[in-house]
């Protein structure tokens, strides 16, 4: 869990500001002195923004592409942007804009001894006031810098550091007389540029100690200037790569500093925003359900993960492409600037000045004619309703910038059902991921909620009959991270996620999703709230599997809403539950179907049941039947002891059945190849080569919003050809498990097409 966001000192920073505010502006024309702001006063006066893209963070390359190790002011248009100009300032002042973030690239523009050429510095300083002196707020930064975006970043920051603080220190003298209108952001999406996880990985990477301490530094740096504002400047500070991802944003450490916000680029959901790849998931012709929850996911983690806990949230960086789907980006606005502004998260839309690009529709990012100040009207409804929704005084700013506490009864209050255990998700085939099943019933339940005191991962809580079926897991529906204690309030979550009669509940224990140690486990008397617990919207269907031929393929015939990623199981009582597991999307008439051999399935098989799990609000069952009709559907076999395990986690997360399906599903049966790994071919990183990899790659390639690889395990699935990670990859290892092949990587003279 995120434990390095500090909270505000609040009395030590208005006495600051109160002897700050003494000071008197002496910049004629400038915008009124302000100098008694807090950092939230600051980002709520901000409001909305715009960036000045491709213009002064632009740098001039040679013939091959390469970046030119000096230029002079034409870099400024080198990108095919005309220069930024007033007319274009007060137009978007006019318009509702109260912030400018300017890129600003520096490299080309620095002498041997990283000293920034005067002129350039000067017309960083004009373009500055073009909004400075209109009253809007200024984000200025470092951009593009190559020496900073370098594939040995883990190792280069002495070399990084002692550039950057040499820029820093002369721009801050520069700009040492603008009040707090003016903000300092330390870097642009610094990251590991040229490796496999540059822009995304599902661990942790090292790098990001290298970033906190740069932006440490630069805080440092910024606070013992000669100014009159280095004090209550607001600095924003990025994550690697500038992040929207949880992962990432987990590992900011922030420094103890009153006047510093967490700088976010949040072009989410990507497949609706930017991606162009219709194979990996990308549409955009409607803003569709599953791209709101996954919206709203993201934002609310950037609530949850800083803003409540008193550090503000810039998002630096957002938008969506214009793909001639103007409604749908309207609507994806709505959702964004609405939750934004409860939340009090100030958002800074991109602007690159392409209004559309048959050869990128990805990058068209352009509002405005920069020359005239004319909106143009392919893009003008976003705009409107932007500023429609900032307008909107019902909508009220940071009115949901906390997360809901709540009253709950002292642990030393309740009965302890369990104490001292440690779990781990390592351990799941020999039960060792979850607590002994300890006895209790509904009546004891009724009326409750469970406290479980925890170190490590959060844990989830589940129930089931004395036969351990019915088995339902719970997510808590809060979490005291100081403490670490995780709540769930039983009594109304088990009755929406519970499939079947209450009276049969007999067992109650917990499971982790990594590893965590359990102090104790507490029933507690239930606060007296409602919360809105998110309903088991698991669909079920009955099969019977009597008339079914050995050579036939199980049919399953799925209708709903159109391109709607989904999944779920086919589940029987095998050696215990078994169940394989299937997933696809909806074709743009909103059908799909699911193709499965009866070899997946024990010889004699007479009855099972289908489940749908991931969007299963937007899809049902359209049919169920046998026949020799073949279609690409990925699946997999897991090996359960339980039976209908229905899990209900946090609304914007997914609904699923013992697998949680934002993790890859990549365990087999003993039935399938299995050859210990040598690195080659494990995909994902369990040790082992066999289908599960093969699952991972092709759900990688199908979805990679969701299923990404990255790190070792996209090494080591890039097993055919130099090409990255395709789908010849799994057919390789496919060969390989067969024998067809001998070893990994396989030779380019392998045939797999």
Same mark, same amino acid.
């Given at each position: ?74 870099? %400024? ?89 040499? #820029? ?43 970033? /906190? ?79 709101? /929850? ?43 600037? %609405? ?23 990805? %990058? ?84 409750? %909620? ?72 507490? #029933? ?17 269907? @009955? #099969? ?45 008439? =909103? ?87 040598? =690195? ?24 990679? /919003? ?6 070792? =395990? ?19 290892? @496919? ?15 392998? /045939?797999?097409?």
């Amino acid at each position: 869990m995120f434990k390095n966001v500090k909270r505000f000192v609040s009395i030590s920073a208005a006495a600051a500001c109160i002897l700050s505010s003494l000071r008197v502006a002496h910049l004629d024309n400038y915008a009124t002195a302000a100098n008694s702001m807090t950092a939230f006063e600051i980002t709520k006066n901000m409001k909305v923004g715009w960036n000045l893209g491709n213009t002064l963070d632009a740098y001039a390359q040679d013939a091959n592409g390469v970046a030119l190790d000096t230029y002079g002011l034409d870099s %400024e248009t080198c990108w095919g942007c005309p220069k930024a100009n007033e007319t274009l300032f007060k137009a978007l002042k006019a318009k509702g804009f109260n912030t400018v973030r300017i890129p600003t690239t520096w490299f080309q523009h620095l002498d041997a001894n990283d000293n920034i050429d005067p002129a350039w510095l000067a017309r960083v300083h004009e373009v500055v006031d073009y909004a400075y002196k209109n009253g809007m707020y200024v984000i200025l930064n470092v951009h593009h810098e190559n020496w900073i975006n370098r594939k040995d970043l883990l190792t280069a920051y002495d070399e990084i550091n002692k550039r950057l603080m040499k #820029i820093w220190t002369q721009v801050a003298t520069e700009f040492k007389d603008y009040d707090q209108h003016l903000i300092f952001e330390c870097m642009n999406e610094p990251r590991a540029a040229g490796t496999s996880y540059e822009w995304w990985s599902a661990t942790p990477v090292a790098e990001a100690d290298v970033i /906190n301490k740069l932006n440490a530094d630069f805080v440092k740096l910024i606070r013992g200037m000669d100014s009159p504002y280095a004090k209550n400047r607001l600095l924003m500070l990025p994550g690697y790569v500038a992040s929207s991802d949880k992962t990432f944003l987990s590992q900011i450490v922030l420094p103890e500093d009153d006047f510093v916000a967490v700088s976010i680029h949040a072009y989410t959901p990507y497949n609706f925003t930017m991606n162009t790849n219709e194979k990996e998931g990308a549409y955009h012709d409607t803003f569709t359900k599953e791209f709101s /929850n996954d919206l709203a996911y993201n934002l609310q983690n950037f609530r949850d993960m800083f803003v409540d806990k008193g550090v503000p949230v810039v998002i630096g960086e957002m938008g969506t492409s214009n793909f001639g789907n103007t409604q749908a980006r309207v609507d994806w606005t709505t959702q964004y600037f %609405e939750t934004t502004k409860k939340y009090g998260i100030p958002c800074v839309l991109w602007d690159n000045n392409i209004e559309q690009n048959p050869k990128a529709p990805g %990058e068209c990012h352009g509002y405005i004619n920069r020359e005239t100040g004319e909106w143009y009207q392919t893009s003008l409804p976003v705009i409107n309703k932007m500023m429609e929704i900032m307008s909107d005084s019902s909508i009220v700013w940071g009115s949901e910038a906390k997360i809901p506490t709540f009253d709950h009864q002292d642990l030393s209050a309740g009965k302890v059902f369990l104490e001292n255990t440690t779990i781990d998700v390592a351990l799941t085939d020999t039960y060792g991921n979850s607590t002994p099943g300890k006895e209790i019933s509904w009546n004891d339940l009724k009326g409750k %909620e469970v406290a479980i005191k925890y170190t490590g991962d959060v844990p989830v809580l589940a129930v089931s009959d004395k036969d351990y079926k019915g088995w339902t897991e719970m997510a808590p529906y809060t979490t005291d991270e100081k403490n670490g204690i995780a709540y769930y309030l039983v009594d109304q979550q088990i009755p929406k996620a519970w499939d079947g009669d209450l009276a049969n509940i007999n067992h109650m224990q917990a499971r982790t999703p990594g590893k965590t140690t359990i102090e104790k486990m507490v #029933i507690l008397t239930a606060p007296d709230v409602t919360v809105d617990i998110p309903e088991n919207k698991t669909k079920k269907t @009955q #099969i019977d599997f009597s008339k079914a031929q050995a050579t036939d393929n199980l049919l399953i015939k799925i209708k709903g809403e159109p391109n709607t990623d989904t999944n779920g199981c086919v589940g029987f009582n095998g050696n215990g539950w078994e169940q394989v597991e299937w997933e696809g999307k909806t074709d743009a008439n =909103g059908t799909l179907t699911i193709s499965i051999p009866m070899s997946k399935f024990p010889a004699g098989i007479q009855s099972g049941e289908a489940q749908i799990w991931y969007q299963a609000e937007l899809v049902d069952f359209d049919g169920i039947s046998f026949g020799a009709e073949q279609v690409a559907t990925t699946t997999t076999t897991t090996t359960t002891t339980t039976t209908t395990t229905t899990t209900t986690t946090e609304a914007s997360t997914t609904t699923s059945t013992t697998t949680t399906v934002s993790e890859p599903i990549a365990t087999t049966t003993s039935s399938t190849p299995v050859v210990k790994s040598t =690195g080659n071919g494990d995909a994902n990183q369990d040790g082992e080569v066999d289908m599960g990899d093969v699952v991972l790659i092709m759900q990688s390639l199908a979805n990679p /919003n969701k299923y990404q690889l990255s790190g070792k =395990g996209a090494e080591a699935a890039d097993v055919y050809g130099n090409d990255g990670i395709t789908v010849k990859d799994a057919q390789v290892i @496919q060969l390989f498990l067969l024998r067809t092949i001998n070893s990994l990587p396989a030779s380019d003279n392998v /045939n797999v097409n």
